[in-house]
């Protein structure tokens, strides 16, 4: 069992549609939560950072982190097709657990149409 | 300013040549970051410079992989009797603040294909 699951997809919905997109973990120690966005041909580019548990909001997205479920999601409202991409969630332990270097998820490919 | 730079972009190789492959961080940023990203798989960690020194290298796959960082800056990643299984795209990211704290910022990447 990988340390980080992540679904591949690809999740296909119709624009202006709210997106769900999930990681799970198996790692306790992990305690800061990253959420990456990656165009085709490009690098990753760090969309949200969160630590412990709670949400996040940032304009269209919303990050959450259920550390009791080990469980952690990104929202997007009112989904654009310039929002298609791959959406690779990350995280990493920290001082306490060791290593700050993250540890990435597979990636979920999303295409939303128009 | 610029972001980070990889060089080549795309690279074809054939089973056995070694390859190097070179990362260019923004300028300033004092850590440096390799990763592998195989189709399908998420991003694998392969070695973390601080300055010129390597404090984690456990992600490299085995002694055919190397690494180097000169003046703080350009990092090259050198392959060995490259395989089939080595084909990926090889990610650099830079930080400001290092071990993995500060945000990180990706390169392009360089596509590597071994025949």
């Known amino acids: 069992q990988k340390e980080v699951e992540q679904d591949p997809g690809p999740l296909s919905v119709p624009e202006g549609a709210i997106v769900s997109l999930n990681c799970t973990y198996s790692n306790s120690a992990f305690q800061y939560f990253m959420w990456y966005r990656q165009y085709s041909r490009k690098g990753p580019e760090l969309l949200m950072y969160?630590?412990?548990?709670g949400n996040k909001e940032d304009g269209r997205f919303t990050a959450q982190v259920d550390k009791s479920s080990k469980y952690i999601s990104l929202f997007i409202r009112d989904s654009q097709p310039s929002d298609s991409a791959t959406y690779l969630c990350?995280?990493?332990?920290?001082?306490?657990?060791?290593?700050?270097?993250?540890?990435f998820g597979r990636g979920t490919s999303l295409i939303v149409h128009p | 300013g610029a972001g980070v730079s990889q060089s080549p972009s795309n690279k074809v190789t054939e089973k056995g040549k070694d390859v190097e492959l070179r990362c260019d961080p923004i300028?300033?940023?004092?850590?440096l970051y390799w990763y592998r990203q195989s189709l399908g798989q998420g991003l694998e960690f392969l070695i973390y410079f601080q300055g010129n020194s390597a404090p984690d290298k456990s992600g490299l796959p085995s002694d055919r992989f190397s690494a180097e960082r000169t003046g703080g800056s350009v990092s090259t990643l050198t392959i060995q009797r490259t395989q089939q299984e080595d084909s990926a795209v090889y990610l650099c990211?830079?930080?400001?603040?290092?071990?993995?704290?500060?945000?990180?910022?990706f390169g392009p990447g360089t596509r590597l294909t071994v025949l």
């Open positions: 300028s300033g940023h004092t850590a």
């Open positions: 969160t630590y412990s548990s």
């Open positions: 990211a830079s930080s400001l603040v290092g071990a993995g704290i500060g945000e990180q910022f």
């Open positions: 990350a995280m990493s332990a920290g001082a306490s657990g060791g290593s700050y270097i993250p540890t």
